[in-house]
């Protein structure tokens, strides 16, 4: 099992590695949102991921993770929104029959993933008599993730290869870059002339190639927008 001090020493580093993250991410942001001004908006957003899929051979589901991120978005016509986004999620895990090169171990990992979003969005109708209008779309994204293999332990058995179990891990994980696409449908509040709008969003999404160091993702997060 996991320490609670090596527990606590992890959560912090992925607080700081999530902080300065968020920073550049925002700073670039809030750089770019002049050139859109009247027609933009800025924001935040938190939330959960619910992940699947191997980050390697053998490797479990993450499950749920929490995300956080901030956004722009763009109003290019009056139905149409293209947004852009970044998010950061992060997850340790265990493994007890894990692959790599063909040499079985047991062990540890932390999985971390800077996303970047772009999204387009047609608004629909209000709802109700609320000022509340639902809206649908999808788009690309791009995966900056890193797997980082501790406290591995090889498995010997019938059939199983021996070897150099640290090259073979250092081959099979590691940082990656994959891209793929997302689809969302969510409800915004807005209410006229108040500056900020609130929007709940689902979204399901996979990469291109799937296998290959990032999960299927699917995510239930809140946020707020501030218009400029």
């Not at 956080?68 to 950061?88: I, K, R, S, T």
């Not at 209008?133 to 019938?158: C, M, R």
């Not at 073979?168 to 006229?192: D, E, P, Q, S, Y």
């Amino acid at each position: 099992m996991i320490s609670s001090q090596a527990t606590g020493e992890w959560a912090t580093r992925r607080a700081w590695r999530f902080a300065g993250w968020a920073s550049a991410l925002l700073a670039g942001i809030l750089l770019a949102a002049p050139a859109f001004a009247g027609s933009s908006s800025v924001g935040v957003r938190y939330g959960w991921a619910d992940a699947s899929g191997d980050l390697f051979q053998g490797s479990p589901d993450l499950g749920g993770c929490n995300l956080a991120g901030v956004q722009l978005g763009l109003d290019l016509l009056p139905l149409v929104q293209v947004e852009v986004a970044g998010e950061y999620v992060s997850q340790s895990f265990g493994f007890a029959e894990g692959l790599f090169a063909g040499i079985k171990a047991t062990g540890k990992g932390d999985y971390e993933d800077l996303t970047l979003f772009v999204t387009g969005r047609a608004n629909l109708l209000s709802l109700f008599v609320l000022p509340v209008k639902g809206y649908v779309g999808g788009g690309a994204n791009v995966h900056y993730a890193d797997v980082k293999i501790k406290d591995a332990t090889q498995v010997l058995g019938p059939g199983v290869l021996s070897g150099d179990l640290e090259d073979a891990i250092r081959k099979a994980t590691g940082k990656t870059t994959r891209v793929g696409w997302h689809l969302v449908a969510g409800l915004r509040l807005a209410f006229t002339g108040f500056p900020a709008s609130v929007f709940l969003e689902g979204r399901y999404q996979d990469p291109f190639k799937r296998d290959q160091g990032v999960p299927t993702t699917k995510s239930l997060y809140v946020g707020l927008s501030f218009n400029l």
